[in-house]
């Protein structure tokens, strides 16, 4: 089977918008549909014209690669969008038009340098012609117009349907670039539509001009020049290029400075780059942190109270009183999902800004700024573009590795990137820091994220020394795009889909995990006790948990509820809180006038475990649990990207480090503190 047989044929998973998973795009159109490609270079705007065209969802990220594999989704084309006088065709006289549109990775040409170009050239040639796209719809960037029209010299010779859809033309009118949509037509050869996918303009126009190309037939194949010299074919190629830039577009003798050149000079400045990224994210996490506390708490005062409440109530009117089922919906239910839904303000107000750094076009710049980091422990600059996505979600993170070219590389990012914090953990993170460190809550998440990167770094260079010595790397090249001031729609579009998706899929896990940890610690272990009424250290999952507390003594939290949850973990950090919450709401309900209060709960028993050093034992906690494996997820996309064997490999990698970082935090912070 093609590979586009297979996106005709079946929704392809691309990475969506969600704190901890991958989603697919919307349904393709019906049988017989119109099947549209969507292509161009990384970076310019393709993935949010796919967004506004479709109404599907995949990640929007002002960076290159943010598309790695392909999404496909129905584009409607109405009657008032797309007026049709014919009378005899297939398109309904005027009516809407369904065509069935898949967004392929970014790519600057059909000659591929790693997996995710190389689908997008069998998606739009590799095949035979009647199974591939009707027509070609390629994005290109009208500020870099000659960087973006390789591509189409490439198609143009294939003989492929083809629309120019032109973007960034704000950024080109700044620059007082100006640019002739029927002129340069008519030097490519083909329809040239601008249209601005961030505020949704011109796509009506664009709608018309796919409609009307669909009806014409199929261009026949170009010849190229007799020669088997690639630099000269490059050569006639450009040639066409500078002729059809030159007959499109007129631009000023002198190019002056943009903005975007002269706020570049510093923030990609080799001393001042890097202090301001991490100012940034230092920005990032501060305003997080303290801005979604007074929302924080007046959730976890709606479940603690009235929702629990309003539920043992419920349940006694009922005759369940006092029974296992108030002990699962109660302490269970409420108790843990309710502990993730506090932090919905906290994961909101950071899609939100994570949003905004995306849209203004800075995240690029830090694949920059990196670049030498990620030299220093082996791999090419654009290895930076997983990591961080990284810490969104782990998941898409290591599916984005098919972005690098060399399979070493491949496989060493793969293993970097469960050393991101993911969003799952920065939950735990924000509740640790208030508990332990109040006021300075931002400052010490910040810092684990400063310890995550300093990590990544440690284990990179010990890899490169041992199992990757040798490895060429490549020189980092990217587009950076020009800054732009984020839209409302975009940011709140992407927002909304990312937290959704963080609820959709952390919902799932959480109940299940809930009903399990419920489950295994209402079993009693010892003869005499009843189910649903055995104190949680008596239960199976106490027991358990009891059996591995040893371990992580040296570590400064030996205690049975705090490494109950690095077990509940290792399925979903999600769970982490909604675990401890159960746990202290079961099992210690007598020793405390608010069950819920689950901040004193924990700082007592790290002051317990400890000996006394509770501040220690915090920050050992959590760079165990920023270190060690992630979620089954994660292991689920490691395996299908680097195999089995190197799945396993990072496994023992990710629980070795945790432990030997987390004693040494312990053992030597306790000298301090």
């Not at 010849?223 to 630099?231: E, F, G, N, Q, R």
């Not at 000079?265 to 080799?270: L, S």
């Not at 004193?600 to 034992?617: L, N, Q, R």
Request: glycine letters at 10%; one cysteine or more; hydrophobic letters at 50%.
């Amino acid at each position: 089977m093609t590979a586009t047989e297979q996106a005709r044929g079946r929704i392809v998973l691309a990475p969506s918008a969600k704190a901890c998973c991958q989603a697919g795009g919307g349904e393709g159109a019906g049988a017989g549909a119109p099947v549209i490609a969507l292509a161009g270079a990384p970076n310019t705007g393709k993935s949010t014209l796919f967004n506004g065209l479709t109404g599907a969802r995949v990640t929007m990220g002002n960076w290159p690669g943010t598309t790695v594999e392909v999404s496909r989704g129905v584009w409607r084309a109405t009657k008032d969008s797309a007026p049709c006088s014919c009378e005899d065709c297939d398109c309904g006289s005027g009516g809407p038009l369904e065509m069935t549109l898949i967004d392929l990775p970014g790519a600057y040409s059909l000659d591929p340098h790693s997996p995710d170009e190389e689908l997008t050239r069998d998606l739009l040639v590799g095949g035979p012609e009647d199974e591939r796209p009707d027509l070609a719809v390629v994005a290109c960037d009208a500020s870099r117009l000659a960087s973006s029209l390789y591509l189409v010299a490439q198609l143009r010779e294939r003989g492929i349907r083809m629309v120019v859809a032109l973007t960034m033309l704000d950024v080109a009118a700044k620059r007082d670039v100006q640019i002739s949509a029927a002129k340069l037509a008519h030097a490519l050869g083909c329809p040239v539509v601008g249209i601005d996918p961030r505020r949704r303009t011109g796509l009506d126009r664009l709608a018309r001009t796919v409609r009307a190309t669909l009806l014409q037939p199929v261009p026949a194949a170009r010849p190229t020049p007799a020669t088997t010299d690639s630099l000269e074919l490059d050569d006639d190629r450009f040639t066409w290029i500078a002729a059809a830039v030159e007959a499109g577009t007129s631009t000023p003798v002198a190019q002056k400075a943009t903005l975007s050149d002269k706020v570049d000079r510093w923030v990609t400045a080799p001393v001042v780059g890097p202090l301001f990224f991490l100012a940034v994210m230092w920005g990032v996490f501060e305003v997080t942190t303290a801005v979604a506390a007074p929302f924080q708490d007046l959730l976890d005062g709606l479940f603690s109270g009235p929702v629990t409440d309003g539920a043992t109530w419920l349940i006694g009117a009922l005759g369940l009183g006092d029974t296992w089922v108030q002990g699962l919906v109660v302490d269970g239910l409420i108790a843990g999902v309710g502990m993730l839904l506090t932090f919905v303000p906290l994961m909101t107000l950071m899609f939100i800004l994570l949003a905004l750094l995306e849209d203004s076009g800075y995240l690029a710049r830090a694949a920059v700024v990196t670049d030498r980091l990620m030299r220093s422990i082996g791999l090419p600059g654009r290895a930076f573009l997983p990591l961080i996505v990284g810490y969104g979600c782990n998941v898409p993170a290591i599916s984005g590795t098919r972005i690098l070219p060399n399979a070493q590389h491949r496989i060493l990012t793969a293993l970097l990137v469960p050393f991101t914090s993911c969003t799952a953990r920065l939950t735990v993170f924000v509740m640790m820091g208030a508990v332990f460190f109040g006021p300075y809550a931002g400052t010490a998440v910040f810092g684990m994220y400063l310890t995550s990167i300093v990590i990544i770094v440690l284990v990179g260079l010990l890899l490169r020394g041992t199992l990757w010595k040798g490895e060429p790397i490549e020189p980092l090249v990217i587009d950076l795009p020009a800054y732009q001031v984020p839209t409302l729609r975009l940011t709140a579009s992407v927002t909304w889909v990312r937290l959704k998706g963080f609820l959709q899929t952390a919902s799932g896990i959480i109940v299940a995990t809930v009903a399990a940890v419920w489950l295994l610690q209402s079993i009693p272990t010892q003869a005499g006790e009843q189910f649903g009424e055995v104190p949680v250290q008596d239960s199976v999952y106490g027991v358990a948990a009891q059996a591995i507390s040893p371990v992580f003594a040296p570590a400064g939290f030996g205690s049975w509820e705090s490494t109950s949850t690095l077990v509940v973990g290792f399925v979903a950090k999600e769970a982490v809180i909604s675990s401890w919450a159960q746990t202290y709401a079961v099992a210690e309900p007598e020793e405390s006038d608010q069950p819920g209060d689950l901040g004193a709960a924990v700082m007592k028993t790290f002051t317990e475990s400890s000996g006394g050093h509770p501040i220690p034992a915090a920050l050992a906690f959590m760079v165990f649990l920023m270190a060690y494996t992630p979620c089954v997820a994660t292991l689920a996309a490691q395996w299908r990207e680097i195999g089995p064997k190197w799945t396993l490999f990072g496994i023992g990698l990710q629980l070795v480090t945790a432990w030997v970082l987390a004693v040494a935090v312990f053992q030597v912070g306790r000298l301090f503190w």
